[in-house]
């Protein structure tokens, strides 16, 4: 026989604030026209939360009862929302305390409130008195992070009995929820439904068990309440299905038995290894451990083999975002590809993109106007809000690796551990090996050296993708804006390298990179003689010790304006009529052409040994997070999904040997 009872008393549970909706009153009306809830000021505060799920609580023990576990019946025909609907008070922790100025604990009260899929939800309208200014701020600032419920029991039915070793487990199969309250301290807080906890009375919990009778019949010694009360139990146990209860205990039985001969089937078990777990009341988790086991067993009996099969398997919320991401990436450029699952998406708008995604995860978008599905859909979890930081990431990545940057052929690539001070040094040629005698001691030498040092500098943007881009369609807020910030993250690499150029700013000796005392400054067009002149400055360069460095240039950096007399003169094309045509340069030089160096001069060109051999241009970046590095989060500046693209870049001329400039007349 199935056990019933009702609990007399007020109980309480808390949880921690999950505001699904904070919006001005004005805007709530517009928005429940027509559904009983009266307009309300246009500047009180409208809060939308869960208040209740069917998660399991530990009652505390008390004077009447064990402690017990609850299970909160949330669906239409058991959580009675009546008084939530009529315009029930909201307190402040219970009524404990008044606040401000007045002498009333109620700070508000509810609106309306309703059941969608097992949870309970609740929109309360705050008062706006004198008194209320410090919690409405605190509220504005997250600093009420918890809302209790208080409410009464009216029927309760035992659904698992542990005879004594657990607490029984009771589901409320009737309750009345009374009023909504703001509180300090909750017990516990699990998925968004936590506990209210009262510390001055947790011994003695303000409540009580009373079992009830079946219908029609009088227990003797039982306390059946006032007349009202016994009707009302009366008439609960009447319309209680017993059925439905038998037909759900069933379920679970045949649910348990197929999933314990599936995890049966998966490790190679014997059926009848699984009928015995089954007629044994195995538990499912038992049942996946002993299988673990036996195949561990089995693993080892077999011994080891040096094959080794690796799947990655990838979960459907993965999947999801990957093709919708392929598909906004399609819809922007169509040379991108565009996977089978993508296409059911490259027609949908923004907005209808973000209906479809939260239709997905079980939240039901009817009767949402635009800006709600906007506002939801860009929230931090949400499935789109990740897949449009996505797609922002890889467009504003692709941008910057394809952004031309000609200093990588010539200059020297570093990492940065830190921010701190670089310091490289140059060192000269070693000291002259000397002539060992019979028995004679080898002789201690020493190197010289210059020193350069510079630091790494951070740049960066914020982009920001707000709930308007996406009512708007506008692809171009995720797609061609961080593009373009790619384009500039990439353009500012190569402005520092050859700004170090144009500026011949002085080395660590007070000498400028490019200077008569450096040996590394001439005159001459790109011809025979001008490129004859640079090979032989570079070729006769001194090490600080006096030794002949031999360096020969391998790069030919020209501004556009010489970029064709520049080809001429490298180029294997050419083929000579007379000895005196023969170009010694042919194969000799690659071109680097740089448009930024017209800006300073169009006749001006430069000379760069090959990197492997001498330092000359070292640019760095920050160890690990190589060119532009992003970041994504919940807006805080703008409503929405911000970016932020960030670069730890920096670039010093270490030597100037194996460097040379010609005024090009």
Not at 275 to 297: L, T
Not at 386 to 394: G, L, M, P, T, Y
Not at 419 to 441: M, W, Y
Not at 529 to 549: C, D, E, F, I, Y
């Amino acid at each position: 026989m199935t056990k019933k009872s009702r609990v007399e008393g007020t109980l309480n549970r808390s949880f921690a604030l999950q505001i699904v909706k904070r919006q001005s009153a004005a805007d709530l009306a517009g928005a429940t026209e027509g559904e009983g809830a009266e307009p309300a000021p246009a500047d009180n505060l409208v809060l939308s939360f869960p208040f209740a799920s069917e998660e399991p609580y530990l009652r505390g023990d008390c004077y009447w009862d064990d402690p017990w576990l609850e299970v909160l019946g949330v669906t239409d025909a058991e959580c009675d929302l009546t008084r939530l609907n009529a315009g029930a008070a909201v307190l402040a922790d219970h009524g404990r305390y008044s606040t401000g100025d007045s002498p009333l604990a109620l700070i508000g009260r509810t609106v309306r409130a309703w059941i969608e899929k097992n949870r309970a939800y609740v929109e309360i309208k705050l008062s706006r008195r004198d008194g209320m200014e410090g919690l409405l701020q605190d509220i504005a600032d997250d600093l009420v992070p918890n809302v209790s419920v208080g409410y009464q029991i009216i029927e309760r039915t035992l659904i698992k009995s542990n005879g004594g070793k657990a607490p029984d487990e009771y589901r409320v199969t009737k309750w009345l929820p009374l009023e909504v309250t703001l509180c300090d301290i909750p017990a516990d807080a699990t998925v968004g439904i936590g506990r209210s906890h009262d510390l001055a009375t947790a011994a003695t919990a303000p409540y009580r068990v009373v079992d009830l009778p079946e219908p029609g019949a009088y227990q003797k010694g039982i306390d059946m309440g006032t007349p009202a009360q016994q009707a009302a139990a009366a008439e609960t146990a009447a319309a209680t299905d017993r059925e439905a209860i038998q037909r759900e205990a069933i379920a679970a039985e045949r649910a348990r038995g197929i999933e314990i001969r599936e995890v049966c089937a998966l490790a190679g078990l014997e059926p009848a290894v699984a009928e015995d777990f089954i007629k044994r009341d195995v538990s499912v988790d038992a049942v996946r451990r002993e299988a673990m086991n036996k195949m561990a067993e089995r693993s080892v009996a077999q011994g080891v083999t040096s094959r080794a099969d690796i799947v990655t398997v990838k979960d459907e919320t993965e999947v999801l975002r990957e093709m919708v991401g392929a598909s906004l990436l399609h819809r922007y450029n169509p040379k991108s590809a565009l996977p089978e699952g993508a296409r059911e998406f490259r027609s949908l708008s923004l907005i209808e993109l973000g209906r479809d995604l939260l239709e997905r995860r079980g939240i039901s978008t009817r009767g949402m106007d635009r800006m709600t599905i906007a506002t939801r859909s860009l929230e931090g979890t949400s499935d789109l809000a990740n897949i449009v930081a996505n797609v922002a990431n890889k467009t504003l990545r692709q941008a910057y690796m394809s952004a031309p940057r000609t200093f990588q052929r010539w200059a020297r690539k570093a990492t940065a551990p830190d921010f701190k001070t670089l310091t490289r040094v140059n060192l000269s040629d070693a000291p002259a090996l000397e002539k060992i005698n019979e028995s004679g001691e080898f002789k201690r030498g020493a190197f010289t050296d210059g020193k350069e040092t510079y630091q790494l500098a951070t740049y960066g943007k914020i982009i920001g993708i707000t709930r308007q881009a996406v009512i708007n369609d506008d692809m171009s807020a995720f797609t061609r804006v961080p593009e373009l910030f790619g384009f500039a993250a990439a353009n500012l690499e190569s402005d520092t390298v050859y700004g170090i150029l144009t500026a011949n700013a002085a080395l660590a000796d007070t000498v400028a990179l490019f200077h008569a005392t450096h040996a590394n400054l001439g005159t001459g067009a790109i011809a025979v003689a001008g490129l004859n002149s640079a090979r032989a400055a570079m070729r006769v360069q001194k090490t600080p010790g006096g030794a002949v460095m031999n360096l020969a240039p391998a790069f030919l950096i020209v501004p556009a304006a010489l970029e064709t007399v520049a080809g001429q003169y490298t180029s294997a094309d050419f083929v000579s009529a007379k000895s005196s045509d023969i170009n010694p340069f042919k194969n000799a030089l690659e071109v680097i052409v740089e448009g930024r160096l017209d800006a300073t001069s169009t006749a001006v060109w430069y000379a760069a040994a090959d990197p492997a051999q001498i330092d000359t241009v070292e640019y760095a970046y920050l160890d690990g997070q190589e060119g532009v590095y992003v970041e994504t989060r919940l807006g805080f500046d703008v409503d929405g999904v911000e970016i932020k693209a960030r670069l730890d870049f920096a670039a010093k001329a270490i030597e100037y040997r194996g460097l040379y400039k010609s005024s090009g007349s």
